[in-house]
């Protein structure tokens, strides 16, 4: 409103003030960035993802929502934001103003079975028109690579064992994680003086010297039993070594072999027989006697 006045009377006072109506219109150009750490990202481990949304302007933004679907193969963990509330999958962050920037940090779980290259998206709207769409929605693509501590362990029973009889090994294997093991395989080469009787895997196949698991899950624990008949003529301590591997690397490869040694001790129940071939026998004659032993 303008309004003109005079200290000369004004015979028409209707004509000395105006009021121009106008017309607002409201336009915020809000942008979203995401960034991820770490990237590459261990399949099984956490990845943390940072959301960044600002209003460029020109206007304050109204009623603005972040909304990110974490895909399937993310669990989620953990969502702060510095304004507004998180209900998944939205970020209710409000009035936007112009100039200002505000964050949000999610932390999820990659699958243990992931593989390859991982990707989320995020996407800001408001209710105030936006002249710039394209900077709405950002995408951001992480590379997935695995790890998987296999560790084998190797028991035996009896020990000390007696030569000529059996022994019966029990090979466990487990995942440690954080990813699935692809193709794990363990070699058990019985040395020459053990003769495999029985194997008796509770997954897989066992094709000697070679027990073929396949897919070992994170957390998972398998078992093979071995029996075998020690040869009779062996003295002292025997060993035997088992050996697990998998197409996924392993970052403690330490624990990918166990030895176990075996004490072999003797026994063997001697019998003896005796005959003669002439019974009464002349005295001043011969007699002939027949004595067998066996072992």
Known sequence: TATVSSDTPDPEPGNNSDIEYTTVNTSADLSISKSDDPDPVIAGETITYTIVVKNNGPS?????NVTDNLPGYLALLNATPTVGTWNAP?????????????????TARVDSDVL????????????TPDPEPGNNSDIEYTTVNTSADLSISKSDDPD?????????????????GPSDALNVNVTDN?????AL??????????????????????????????????????????????????????????NNSDT????????ADLSITKSDDSDPVIAGETITYTIVVKN
């Open 60 to 64: 304050d933004a109204l009623n603005v």
């Open 90 to 106: 939205t970020w209710s962050i409000g009035t936007l103003a112009i100039g200002e920037t505000v964050t949000l940090t999610l």
């Open 116 to 127: 390859g290259t991982i990707s989320n998206t995020a996407t800001v709207s408001s209710d």
């Open 160 to 176: 000390p064992v007696i030569a000529g009889e059996t022994i019966t090994y029990t090979i466990v294997v487990k995942n440690n």
């Open 190 to 194: 019985l040395p020459g003086y053990l």
């Open 197 to 254: 009787l029985n194997a008796t895997p509770t997954v897989g196949t066992w094709n000697a010297p070679t027990w073929s698991i396949g897919t070992l899950a994170i957390g998972e624990t398998v078992t093979l039993t071995l029996t075998a008949r020690v040869d009779s003529d062996v003295l002292g301590t025997i060993s035997n070594t088992a050996t697990v591997s998998s197409d996924t690397p392993d970052p403690e490869p330490g």
């Open 260 to 267: 176990e040694y075996t004490t072999v001790n003797t026994s």
